[in-house]
């Protein structure tokens, strides 16, 4: 028995391994609201056009909207037969509503069905995705407020480097997801045009007007181009890109606090709702939820490399390949949902060690540079030579097995005899932080001013 929805052409029904791979109802139930929501938009165009009578479109919208209340009621039976979304709702429909059903796809099809839906998807998926990004934002705000003075070790190729401030270090990341956010909204401007009426793939006969339904469905215009409509995948490829860019911020957020909770830095503590123990070391406290954050990146790069290659060498303009547009992107923007909430958990629960973090910034000679600074601006000395003489300087403490602070008077005039007591000055990691106050600089001060304008950015935000 062939598809009643488009068995005209066809004789018998599809094979069971064809119904198999042709279906995609499996994943794209979850378009419901937006193909609700389109086709009523699309009923109420029809009507107001004169393309079906007022009451054909009174009736197609009330059933809409029983439809929609079975599916959210989990009432509403996906039958697999019916293939997709669309098929599954208009088929329903007509049960409600008997022949006025068969009105509704005058001037569609289901390519431009499918990327309004898709778009709609993924615009609403976006808005989520920046209040979760927005969220974290305020998280680590919050952090680098308290901890404006917690002096903590900078690294390069994680080494010991300069001091820094954990509030600094916060920071970093807020500037991070404030770019995140930026992507998305480019993203979602550009796939703000909508496909619906670009029908097949060559527009309609039809005297359809676009720019009510757009507008109907809160995008800024039409798309312009009916074949680019219904094959434009861009837009789905655009925010996995933003995804990808995003979880891999987190990743790096995610291994930082890997490392800090290790007994050999013992910087952060995770609470027990963000670890789990081991079933044979009683004692142990995995950070499980920052190893899966990290991890959960993988799948997200993966959707866009698979979009990507999906999408690679497709002729105008719809192809069945494009099915397989939906599955990967869902799950790699739930992943990076959930890799937000996870995250900003973290971040708003864990347990600083200011203690441990200051006694790590005061080894491993993170005052170098300071040191080499001091001899240029008080001795004026080329940087070259300051960097060599403090090099030297670093060998001797060292060797004697202190930090440079720990180093006699004596001993550094051994290396360089126009160094005076007031070099010590310079020494402290207090004396380090404090002294970085460049625009973009750790100093507690800059880093009290940087979180003062996030919060205000953030106010102006909400005010609009």
């Known amino acids: 028995m062939s598809n009643k929805m488009w068995g005209g052409r066809f004789g018998e029904g599809p094979d069971r391994i064809m119904e198999e791979i042709n279906a995609s109802i499996g994943f794209d139930q979850r378009f419901f609201a937006q193909d609700i929501e389109g086709s009523k938009a699309h009923a109420a165009m029809l009507a107001e056009t004169g393309i079906i009578s007022k009451a054909d479109a009174d009736q197609i919208i009330a059933g809409l909207d029983a439809v929609l209340a079975e599916i959210e009621g ?74 404006a003075d917690t002096i903590m070790p900078g690294f390069t190729h994680l080494q010991t480097a300069q001091p820094v401030t954990f509030g600094h270090h916060c920071l970093a990341y ?4 404030a770019r995140d956010r930026g992507r998305f909204a480019d993203a979602r401007r550009r796939l703000n045009e909508s496909p619906l009426g670009a029908a097949a793939l060559a527009g309609t006969s039809f005297p359809i007007d676009r720019e009510k339904t757009a507008k109907a469905l809160r995008f800024e215009r039409p798309t312009r181009n009916s074949l680019d409509s219904v094959s434009d995948r861009d837009f789905v490829l655009e ?7 995003t979880a891999t911020h987190l990743t790096r957020l995610a291994e930082e606090i890997v490392i800090w909770s290790t007994p050999g830095f013992d910087f952060v503590r995770l609470p027990d709702s963000f670890t789990t123990g081991s079933s044979i070391m009683p004692q142990k406290r995995n950070p499980d939820a920052a190893e899966l954050v990290r991890a959960k990146a993988g799948r997200v790069i993966g959707a866009l490399t698979s979009l990507l290659i999906v ?28 890799s937000l909430a996870a995250m900003t958990g973290m971040v708003k629960t864990l347990t600083v060690n200011e203690k441990a973090m200051r006694a790590a910034a005061s080894r491993g000679f993170s005052t170098a540079t300071d040191l080499a600074d001091w001899l240029v601006r008080t001795l004026n000395l080329p940087f070259r030579q ?45 004396n380090s932080v404090a002294s970085r106050t460049s625009f973009g600089g750790t100093s507690p001060e800059n880093v009290r001013a940087a979180a003062r304008w996030w919060r205000g950015e953030l106010g102006r935000e909400s005010g609009r």
């Open 239 to 245: 925010t996995l890109a933003a995804a990808s860019i």
């Open 386 to 430: 300051a960097h060599h003489v403090t090099g030297a300087l670093v060998a001797k403490a060292e060797k004697k097995g202190v930090d440079l602070d720990g180093l006699s008077l004596d001993d550094m005039r051994e290396v360089e005899p126009g160094i005076t007591d007031e070099v010590y000055s310079v020494l402290g990691v207090d």
């Open 174 to 177: 807020v500037e991070m997801a």
């Open 311 to 338: 999408m690679k060498g497709l002729p105008l303009a719809y192809s069945k390949d494009m099915q397989e547009d939906k599955e990967a992107a869902f799950d790699a923007l739930d992943a990076l949902s959930l």
């Open 74 to 147: 989990d009432k509403f039976e996906f039958r697999r037969d019916l293939e997709d979304i669309h098929m599954n709702v208009e088929a329903r429909l007509a049960d409600l509503i008997g022949a006025a059903a068969g009105r509704l796809h005058t001037a569609r099809s289901r390519n431009d069905q499918v990327a309004t839906d898709f778009k709609l998807y993924i615009r609403d998926t976006i808005d989520h995705l920046d209040g979760q990004l927005r969220d974290l934002q305020e998280a680590l705000l919050t952090r680098a407020e308290e901890h």
